[in-house]
């Protein structure tokens, strides 16, 4: 490591190992709040009728992304305990979106899609972290195919198309997959940039919405192409 001693390397790489590892406790957490809300939501019908049963579903597809649009633009101005709040606040926000799938599919292939985008997931980051290759630009790349994705995605709300959705969910598992490792390397670079600032402790909570927001797509996107419907 250029410009370090031994013993700056040292204390670095211990920062950097605790840093991710505080990116994938957040990340973890997450996850489990957004499935025991969506969970308890989708298997309780008084829940779930009031939801998607009537005009405030709207309210429950978009509210994840106004979130995330409110999340990115206020960080700056929020504690560090603040943005962690407030992330696993919008993973309140998504479980209530995510609470659907337990009415439209089964719970088997409910469980199978998160097996295959956990295990996607995990391979992936594992690379993102360790390769000596630079993906910035495979990065400004995927970012492109996601923004396509996310309109053909709202284009695709209204028009209910099969054939786009198949396109959608095939291009999607490919996209989020590659941003998994792209943004994997981006956090660690990220730390290493920054290392020895405040800054770091919310680096780590927007490295974990980045990191939770591939691993949702991915397994929505899995369960999409691989889902047994009810």
Same mark, same amino acid.
């Given at each position: 490591?250029?410009?370090?001693?031994?013993? @700056?390397?040292?204390? !670095?790489?211990?920062?950097?190992?605790?840093?991710?590892?505080? !990116? &994938?406790?957040?990340?973890?957490?997450?996850?489990?709040?957004?499935?025991i !809300?969506?969970?308890?939501?989708?298997?309780?019908?008084? *829940?779930? /009728?009031?939801? &998607?049963?009537?005009?405030?579903?709207?309210?429950?597809? &978009?509210?994840?992304?106004?979130?995330?649009?409110?999340? =990115?633009?206020?960080?700056?101005?929020?504690? @560090?305990?603040?943005?962690?709040?407030?992330?696993y606040?919008?993973?309140?926000?998504?479980?209530?979106?995510?609470?659907?799938?337990?009415?439209v %599919?089964?719970?088997?292939?409910?469980?199978?899609?998160?097996?295959?985008?956990?295990?996607?997931f995990?391979?992936?980051?594992?690379?993102?972290y360790? =390769?000596g290759? @630079?993906?910035?630009?495979?990065? $400004?790349?995927?970012?492109?195919?996601?923004?396509?994705i996310?309109?053909a995605?709202?284009v695709?709300?209204?028009?209910a198309s099969?054939?786009?959705?198949?396109? !959608? $969910?095939?291009?999607?598992v490919?996209i &989020?997959?590659g941003?998994?490792?792209? @943004? =994997? /390397?981006?956090?660690?670079s990220?730390?290493?940039?920054y290392a020895?600032? /405040?800054?770091?402790?919310?680096?780590?909570v927007m490295?974990?919405? $980045?990191?939770? *927001?591939?691993?949702?797509?991915? %397994?929505?996107?899995? *369960?999409?192409?691989?889902?047994?419907?009810?």
């Open positions: 490591m250029p410009g370090y001693s031994r013993a @700056d390397a040292a204390t !670095v790489d211990a920062g950097l190992r605790s840093h991710m590892l505080g !990116v &994938f406790r957040n990340m973890g957490i997450g996850l489990i709040i957004t499935g !809300v969506a969970a308890v939501i989708g298997n309780t019908p008084a *829940l779930y /009728q009031p939801i &998607f049963g009537t005009p405030l579903k709207w309210v429950a597809i &978009f509210a994840p992304l106004a979130f995330v649009f409110f999340f =990115t633009f206020r960080i700056d101005k929020m504690t @560090d305990a603040g943005a962690r709040t407030a992330f606040a919008f993973s309140a926000v998504m479980g209530v979106s995510l609470a659907s799938i337990f009415i %599919f089964t719970g088997a292939s409910i469980a199978q899609a998160f097996f295959a985008a956990a295990v996607m995990l391979a992936m980051a594992l690379w993102g360790t =390769t290759r @630079d993906l910035t630009k495979m990065g $400004s790349f995927l970012m492109m195919g996601l923004i396509g996310i309109v995605s709202l695709n709300l209204f028009l099969s054939a786009l959705q198949l396109v !959608v $969910s095939i291009l999607g490919v &989020f997959t941003l998994t490792a792209w @943004d =994997t /390397q981006r956090i660690k990220d730390y290493l940039h020895g600032t /405040q800054a770091t402790a919310k680096l780590e490295g974990a919405l $980045s990191l939770y *927001l591939n691993f949702v797509n991915l %397994f929505q996107l899995l *369960l999409n192409l691989m889902g047994e419907r009810e």
